[in-house]
């Protein structure tokens, strides 16, 4: 039954992309029954909490927050919370020992439960669970569009749920069980709503999106690409992740196919020691994620390559963790996330033996991502002095006239228009269509000024005078 009356809402996410996607659907579908998202927890009547569980350090996380929670509740008893992700789907009812203050519990593939679940608990007076691991599209949440000109300019659309790929340390198929993708058909509706409501680009994402198999006719990974390629008032497509082991000939001539794919993928490697990589299981050797770098440079000579890399798994050696080194020296990553190895509960190599120090591991990960960081400033400086392209994503600073964006690669390029000094001067016409250029989703093209470890810096090419264009025509 619709709410009439206005109810505020907070969700607090922790974890992956996948999280956020989730957390947006769950405003939208809330706000359909009259929820308001409000800024912080204090001031919500109902608390919603997206967990995560792929290292210890994230689940610790989730259950510091909900200790806070059970303290608001404390002065506001009628505050509801409920919890949804990836812990939920792991601990169950479980979760209620730790943290009785929660109401709700909804799992990974039951997010399209939660209205009711919040209904049953308001009637009732007693706590709900829902952790079924619903089959097929039903799988997927499933929200309003947002209004038009509501979107921001850039959007996740999850097109995949679950991974089948078991590697030694995941909790993640246990949590989000078998793969299962949402029909092209649905995908593409949900990306033109968006761009309906202004957002220019989109990742798509899934655990291992190389798996994507959709619809009757078994639509594959490269060819949803080419389809939501087509749709009209796009700019971009991104995605996210990449198994190396099944990344196809397919996929990497999409990137010199496609004019809207970015050139950038992420393709976590994990470790540069073929030992490592088999007790991992991850499928793949050293040499063979090499040769697909090398086979994407082919396709794409100037795309960027992310990764992501585990230190300390059970049993690496000093001489794996060089090896690690060696990879990175090679492949010369445009950027990497790297994590100690955190013990999963489920997963087999929390029963590996010849686990790392902890000491040993964390003096592995700042030497690694010290090295990276000399790699990523290096890439970062070549591109001192280049024109590129920027999607704006927004302002960078409340207080300054300063924007932020990416490159059609994967760099974040903040840039200022004019001086301050000057734009302070500027009369209010002008100011605001200066500032219109710069909206969320323009594509400015900039000119690179200043290099950092994790962005650049530079300023707007100057715009053709009004009218020039037609002369030039
Ligand atoms: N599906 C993606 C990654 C999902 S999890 C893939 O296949 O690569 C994101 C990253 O978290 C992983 O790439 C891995 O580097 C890291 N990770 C996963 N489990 C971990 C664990 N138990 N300890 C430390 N890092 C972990
Ligand atoms: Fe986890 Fe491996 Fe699946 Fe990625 S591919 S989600 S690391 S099991
Ligand atoms: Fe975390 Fe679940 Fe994503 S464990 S990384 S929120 S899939």
Redesign the pocket.
């Known amino acids: 039954m619709p709410m009439t009356d206005s109810r505020t809402l907070y969700i607090h996410t922790i974890?992956?992309q996948?999280?956020v996607y989730d957390g947006e659907q769950i405003e939208r579908m809330l706000a359909g029954r009259g929820y308001r998202p409000v800024a912080g927890p204090e001031s919500a009547d109902l608390v919603v909490v997206n967990t995560?569980?792929?290292r210890e350090k994230?689940e610790q996380k989730v259950f510091s927050f909900l200790g806070r929670l059970a303290r608001l509740k404390r002065e506001r008893p009628g505050m509801m919370v409920a919890v949804g992700?990836?812990v939920a789907q792991q601990e169950g009812e479980k979760i209620r020992k730790r943290a009785p203050c929660v109401d709700v519990i909804f799992g990974t593939r039951s997010i399209n439960a939660l209205p009711g679940l919040l209904d049953a608990a308001e009637v009732t007076g007693r706590p709900q669970a829902e952790l079924a691991m619903s089959p097929g599209e039903a799988a997927f949440v499933t929200a309003r569009p947002p209004e038009a000109g509501a979107g921001p300019a850039s959007a996740f659309v999850t097109i995949m749920q679950g991974c089948d790929n078991f590697c030694a340390y995941c909790?993640?198929p246990r949590?989000?069980g078998r793969e299962v993708s949402k029909p092209p058909e649905s995908t593409l509706a949900e990306i033109e709503n968006l761009v309906a409501a202004g957002v220019r680009e989109v990742t798509l994402l899934g655990q291992n999106v190389n798996a994507y198999c959709g619809g009757a006719g078994g639509c594959d990974f490269p060819e949803l690409l080419a389809r939501v390629n087509a749709v009209e008032g796009l700019r971009r497509i991104r995605f996210t992740t990449s198994h190396p082991k099944d990344l196809s000939e397919g996929l990497m001539a999409a990137f010199g196919r496609l004019d809207k794919l970015c050139h950038h993928i992420h393709l976590p490697v994990q470790s540069g020691s073929d030992a490592v990589l088999a007790r991992m299981n991850r499928k793949y050797s050293r040499q063979i994620y090499m040769d697909r770098v090398a086979a994407l440079r082919d396709h794409c000579p100037d795309i960027a390559i992310t990764s992501d890399f585990i230190v300390g798994f059970p049993g690496e050696s000093e001489a794996d963790f060089e090896q690690t080194l060696s990879l990175m020296d090679a492949v010369r990553f445009d950027g990497v996330f790297a994590f100690n190895y955190s013990d999963r509960p489920g997963a087999p190599a929390a029963r590996f033996r010849n686990k790392v120090d902890p000491a040993a591991s964390s003096r592995r990960l700042e030497r690694l991502l010290n090295f990276q960081k000399t790699v990523t400033t290096e890439k970062h400086a070549a591109m001192v002095g280049k024109v590129v392209e920027v999607l704006v994503d927004g302002p960078a600073r409340k207080s300054a006239p300063q924007f932020t964006g990416r490159t059609f690669g994967n760099a974040i390029v903040n840039f200022t228009p004019e001086p301050a000094d000057r734009m302070d001067q500027m009369d209010l016409m002008d100011r605001t269509d200066l500032m219109d250029q710069f909206r969320p989703g323009r594509r400015v093209r900039v000119l690179i000024e200043a290099a950092f470890a994790h962005s650049l810096r530079g300023k707007p090419e100057p715009r053709e005078a009004k009218g020039e264009k037609s002369h030039a025509a």
């Open positions: 974890g992956c996948m999280n995560c569980a792929i994230a992700g990836c909790v993640v949590v989000r």
